[in-house]
């Protein structure tokens, strides 16, 4: 069946560090991806979605390409902040079924 | 515009209480989404409702979950008889478009302690 993998659990960086949290799918076809962000005491908020090969979704300095060949959509942004701190989880959704499959989360602490 | 309302925020419910849980989606969006949040096991789907259709009910959730919609901007999620292993986040979910194109827009959650 389709799943999502997100390789890391945890993530500790510095401000203005680079970030880089990876997802890998695995979907027949040419699923939605999705990335979502989740602070303490929330939902999980939609931060953008890409749906066909090579297209970049991004929102508030945050981006992924969705990247069939090596079927990933990681997630990058070039200097994070403190107030980035939170879950973020990738998502995958098949275009033929209405079931969003999410990733475990991957836990980012931004340091001052 | 409004976004996903769910009452309570937190629940402390004793083993075998009843406990009803609200949500009520944002305006427009025709499907609805249940689901359990735990450290363990992520987001699990409890139920989901398509224009106020239950497609599905909860798979190995359904003998003591139930979720209705009794219109098309309130929702209720019944757990009967609660128990200890039901503690979590409870967050209901509404979106826009049918299938899994569309992204989700996710209420606060409620938090369910069960003693």
């Known amino acids: 069946g389709d799943s999502v993998t997100q390789t890391e659990g945890q993530v500790a960086l510095s401000e203005e560090d680079f970030l880089t949290i990876h997802c890998n799918y695995s979907?027949?076809?040419?699923?939605?991806l999705f990335w979502y962000v989740q602070y303490p005491g929330e939902g999980p908020q939609f931060l953008f979605r890409?749906?066909?090969?090579?297209e970049k979704g991004s929102s508030r300095g945050f981006e992924a390409t969705y990247d069939k060949g090596t079927t990933s959509f990681h997630l990058r942004k070039a200097s994070v902040q403190e107030s980035d701190s939170a879950v973020y989880y990738c998502a995958l959704g098949a275009t033929n079924a209405y079931k969003v499959i999410f990733g475990k989360g991957t836990h980012l602490h931004v340091l001052p | 515009d409004a976004g996903v309302t769910q009452t309570p925020r937190h629940e402390v419910a004793e083993k075998g209480q009843t406990i009803i849980l609200k949500c009520e989606p944002v305006?427009?969006?025709?499907?609805l989404f249940w689901y359990r949040q735990t450290k363990i096991q992520g987001l699990e789907l409890l139920s989901y409702?398509?224009?106020?259709?239950?497609?599905?009910d909860g798979g190995a959730f359904k003998d003591r979950f139930k979720a209705e919609m009794l219109n098309s901007s309130f929702s209720t999620l019944k757990i009967q008889p609660t128990e200890p292993k039901d503690s979590a986040v409870y967050l209901c979910a509404s979106s826009f478009g049918t299938g899994g194109f569309y992204e989700q827009y996710f209420g606060p959650g409620t938090r369910l302690t069960v003693l």
């Open positions: 409702f398509r224009s106020k259709s239950l497609m599905e």
């Open positions: 305006s427009g969006h025709n499907d």
């Open positions: 979907a027949s076809g040419y699923p939605a």
């Open positions: 890409a749906s066909r090969d090579k």
